[in-house]
């Protein structure tokens, strides 16, 4: 098992439709944390943050999200519930202060364990082909359909997905 680093953010929807998102990642950066802006086009996520960088996240399936760069570097990510999205091989684990509510969040966030151990099973892939991408997509499609799904932009089995109008919900796409 890996002890992960926690990187917590919070997400401010914003009179527009979009979302802010505030990592508390500074690590002694002059420049303070990141800063993302994130807006829906379709079933993707296109986010720019203060840094320069840009890109698109999707859920695939399997809670698997694929995080494309806008230089074309492709990642994958895991959301593993509690509001947390494990990067990488366990390196990084992103963590939701927004959505930290409900009984199971403020028993973790209680008890300081956030993070939690993670283990090798909940490992977002290093790397799919397009073939097991769209695998991943007709599953998540297939679960969307036999739940009755809101959008069928996201799953509505674990509420990461809310009806509301805007489609938004404080934890779109880890």
């Known amino acids: 098992m890996n002890r992960p680093r926690e990187i917590p953010y919070r997400d401010d929807l914003l009179a527009d439709g979009t979302v802010h998102r505030v990592y508390e990642d500074a690590d002694g950066d002059p420049r303070g944390g990141r800063e993302e802006w994130r807006r829906r086009e379709g079933g993707k996520v296109r986010w720019r943050d203060n840094r320069g960088a840009s890109g698109t996240d999707e859920l695939l ?37 927004t959505s930290f509510g409900g ?11 956030a993070a ?36 069928g932009a996201g799953y509505t089995d674990t509420g990461d997905w809310d009806s509301d109008d805007d489609g938004w919900n404080d934890d779109d796409f880890g």
Do not use: C, F
């Open 116 to 151: 939690l151990a993670i283990t090798a099973a909940q490992y977002p892939p290093e790397s799919l082909t397009p073939e097991e991408e769209e695998e991943l997509r007709q599953r998540q499609a297939a679960a969307q359909s036999s739940s009755g799904g809101d959008s």
């Open 103 to 113: 009984r199971a969040g403020v028993v973790l966030g209680g008890l300081g364990l």
């Open 61 to 97: 399936g399997d809670r698997v999200i694929k995080r494309v760069h806008e230089d074309g570097r492709v990642t994958y990510g895991r959301d593993i519930g509690y509001g947390r999205t494990v990067w990488g091989q366990g390196e990084t684990v992103m963590v939701n202060r």
